[in-house]
Structures are given as structure tokens and as C-alpha cells.
């Protein structure tokens, strides 16, 4: 019996490592039809699990019902499983250098417990080769085990989008790959049980690497180009959402937005990409423009605010601005690599006094991860309010709310264009 027949019939366990965003609903979907080992090393994270509490906030409490799991932080328990999905972050460091840890220390644990006939299977980020000359020696070694002889390795990139109740797990083409033909088809087929668009089989592990993170750079470039197109148009006095949006009436125009780019894909995969176009020789020239430009928009809009604050207070050690939005996209929990943060960093550098708030976001990780911490209230008298992100409650909104709580020269910077033509009672400005 092949590995896939043994797990359709229960006689073998599937185990995902790590159970963030991406891992735990790949771990939930699979366990409604095969058995299922949820492995996280923190264990407080395993004790919501267990009582059916996605810390993340992304899964209701229903998503748990019906789930063959078992979910835990001992080894032993996940030495059971034949076939092991890793799933943890890969992040950059604070000079944008690649930060491999996680999936190191993910394929140390795999070593210590990988045994003959296993399967591997990396879903993390990374960039082409990583798996097989990063990862896999490592596995290698602590096991004693060789690959091809003892077991089989794969790799699908994950493409899992926090916030998108649309395109889910089920509904997104999944793409796959193995370190052999055998391998390519089991792993296939293990995915085809949760994967309803169906699989795409890639020729080879660095093929499916690349195919991920060329995905998120294409959306790197093209909002980088939107980027600086807005700060020319700003130059003439140009809306740039509303030439968009005449453009965007062309057939093939594609329909890219200006904004600030963070979150634990666009904003960190490109680094992965030229960090190793690096190491070979090739200094990337197209792609970290394209990064530059995305990183440099918090300080573009920190200092547009500051303009406008000397320009009518000249004042500005006792001047206020609340920054609406902390999250890295809107309508969901995760802060990872907001570039939020830096606007407030940058607002903060020039003296300003400055508040968050944040339907979403936790103020205790928000402290814990930037320094800086959520209001319990708003006031009456900001100098500038500066919107981030379009969470479902800020686009109620309307002018007379953003007059209760500005002064009569107050600024509303509108980065993603919501109240565009809607805000008559203060100064407006957007990308």
C-alpha cells in the first residue's frame, strides 16, 4: 500500500509542524479526513488549540468540529506520524537578511524523529534550494537516515491569504513537488484529499520554491510602481486613485494599488529571492528598487503629515496624530512586519505625539513587538488622523466623525483612498 492509501485509511498520521496562519487550516482540513498530529512548540498556543481557539483569530471555534487531531508539543507523540508537513515562518532579520532559524530548528525536530519510509514536506517560504541544501542535511545528519533510501522529501509552497474567507485552502490550485517521480505523486495525491481546485505537479522542489516566490515579488514590483507613480502624481496634484481608476477601465490594465507593503509575504519574499541571487554572483537591480520604494513609503507619509502640522501650527512638540489601523492588512490580527510601525517610528522621531487604534490588533503584542501600545480612548483634537488600513468598521466612517475628532485644520491622510471625495470639513490627502 502506498503512504496515501495507508492514510485515507487511517493506519498511518500526518503531522504539521508549526500551527500559525498557514498551519493550523491545513492541519484542520486534512483532519477531517485522515488522522492528524498538530505539533507547535508553544505550548500555551496547544492548550487554545485543544479547546478549539485559533490564537491567530482567523478560524472560528466551529472549524474544530469533526477534526481527527491530536495537538501537542511532545516528540513522542509526533514520532507516530509517516508523513510530516512543515509549516513555520521565514522571516527576515532587521537588515532584511533571510532568518532561517524556524525552519532549521523545524528540520532538527524532524530529524529526531524522521524514520525509514517518512515523507517531508516543506510549506515555508524559502528561497530555490533551500529545502534540499539547507534543510535536508540537517535532517540527514541528526536521523542517520539518507533521502531517497530512508525517505522521500517534497515541497508546496503555502498560499494561504489571512483574512480571505474567498480563496481558501480548498480553492487555491495547490503546487506540488517531490525529490522523485514516486515522491511527486503520493505527495500529489496526499494534497488532492483537501485541495478541490486540484494540484499542480512541478518538474522539481526548486521549481515549486521558485514558482512561490516570484508570486509575492510580481506583487512587490507592480505595488511599488503604483508607489511611486503616487508620489509623482502628488507632485501635480493628482489623484492617484482616481487615474487608476480611469485606467483600470482598459481591458488588460492591471489593477494594482498604492500602499504601504508589509506582512510576512510581499514585504519579506523578495529579500529571500535576491539574498541568494547574492550568493551567486548577481547583485538584483529591478527587484530591491522595487523594495526600496515599498520601505521608504513610512517615511514618505510621516513626513507629508509633518508638513502639514508646521504648515498650519508650527507647533510641533504639542501636536497629536492617530493612526488609525496597526495591522498589516485590513480585518485581520496579524502584525507581523506592519509597516504601520514604521509611520509611528517615523512620526515619533520628528516629536510628535502620537496614538494608535485598532479594531483587530492586540495591544500587548503590539507593545511587546514595536513599543508602543493601543489608546483606550480617542480625543477630540488630533492635528492629523492617518488611516492605514481599510478595515470593514473605518469604511462606516464619515466626515462628521473625523471632525469630532480633529482639530479645524486637521489633516485625514487616507493612504488606501476610502473616503476619497467624502471628507469636506478637514484637509484630505491619499496616495
Given amino acids: 500500500m502506498t503512504i496515501y492509501e495507508r492514510l485515507l485509511n487511517k493506519d498511518e498520521e500526518l503531522a504539521v509542524i508549526g500551527l500559525g496562519y498557514v498551519g493550523l487550516p491545513i492541519a484542520l482540513e486534512f483532519a477531517k479526513k485522515i488522522k492528524v498530529i498538530g505539533f507547535d512548540i508553544n505550548a500555551e498556543r496547544i492548550n487554545m488549540m485543544k479547546n478549539a481557539v485559533d490564537p491567530s483569530q482567523e478560524l472560528p471555534k466551529e472549524a474544530f468540529d469533526g477534526c ?38 523545524a528540520s532538527e525536530t524532524i530529524g529526531k524523529v524522521l524514520k525509514k519510509g517518512d515523507y517531508v514536506v516543506f510549506e515555508s517560504t524559502v528561497y530555490p534550494g533551500c529545502t534540499e541544501e539547507d534543510c535536508l542535511p540537517i535532517m540527514e545528519k541528526i536521523s542517520g537516515l539518507k533521502l531517497g533510501v530512508d525517505f522521500k522529501l517534497g515541497y508546496s509552497p503555502e498560499r494561504i491569504n489571512p483574512g480571505d474567507k474567498e480563496h481558501t485552502l480548498s480553492s487555491i490550485v495547490k ?107 548577481y547583485d538584483s537591480q529591478v527587484i530591491l528598487a522595487g523594495r526600496n520604494i515599498n520601505d521608504g513609503m513610512a517615511g514618505y507619509v510621516a513626513k507629508k503629515v509633518l508638513q502639514h502640522i508646521i504648515q498650519n501650527t508650527g507647533n510641533v512638540k504639542d501636536s497629536r496624530v492617530l493612526v488609525m489601523g496597526a495591522t498589516f492588512k485590513e480585518n485581520v490580527s496579524d502584525i507581523r512586519n506592519s509597516k504601520v510601525a514604521d509611520v509611528v517610528k517615523e512620526l515619533k522621531s520628528f516629536s510628535l505625539n502620537v496614538d494608535v487604534s485598532d479594531p483587530f490588533a492586540s495591544s500587548e503584542e503590539l507593545q511587546h513587538e514595536y513599543g508602543f501600545s493601543l489608546v483606550e480612548s480617542i480625543r477630540k483634537d488630533y492635528d492629523a488622523v492617518i488611516v492605514t488600513v481599510p478595515h470593514g468598521e473605518y469604511k462606516k466612517l464619515d466626515d462628521n466623525y473625523f471632525a469630532s475628532i480633529s482639530r479645524e485644520h486637521g489633516l485625514v491622510a487616507d493612504l488606501k483612498g476610502i473616503y476619497r471625495n467624502k471628507i469636506h470639513s478637514r484637509k484630505y490627502w491619499s496616495f
Fill in 68 to 105: 481527527d487531531i491530536t495537538f501537542t508539543n511532545d516528540l513522542e507523540i509526533l514520532k507516530r506520524a509517516k508523513f510530516y508537513i512543515v509549516a513555520v515562518p521565514t522571516p527576515v532579520d532587521e537588515h532584511n537578511v533571510p532568518d532561517l532559524t524556524p525552519v532549521q530548528r
Fill in 175 to 281: 503546487v506540488v513537488s517531490g525529490c522523485d517521480a514516486e515522491s511527486l505523486e503520493n505527495i500529489a495525491k496526499v494534497y488532492e484529499l483537501v485541495v478541490a481546485a486540484g494540484v499542480h505537479r512541478a518538474s522539481s522542489i526548486k521549481v515549486a520554491e521558485a514558482a512561490k516566490i516570484i508570486e509575492n515579488t510580481q506583487r512587490d514590483l507592480n505595488i511599488a510602481l503604483m508607489n511611486e507613480l503616487s508620489i509623482i502624481f502628488d507632485k501635480m496634484n493628482v489623484n492617484t486613485y482616481e487615474v487608476l481608476e480611469a485606467a483600470g477601465t482598459k481591458w488588460n490594465f492591471l489593477k494594482f494599488q498604492p500602499g504601504l507593503v508589509g506582512g510576512h509575504c510581499i514585504g519579506v519574499d523578495p529579500y529571500y529571492l535576491t539574498h541568494k541571487s547574492k550568493e551567486l554572483g
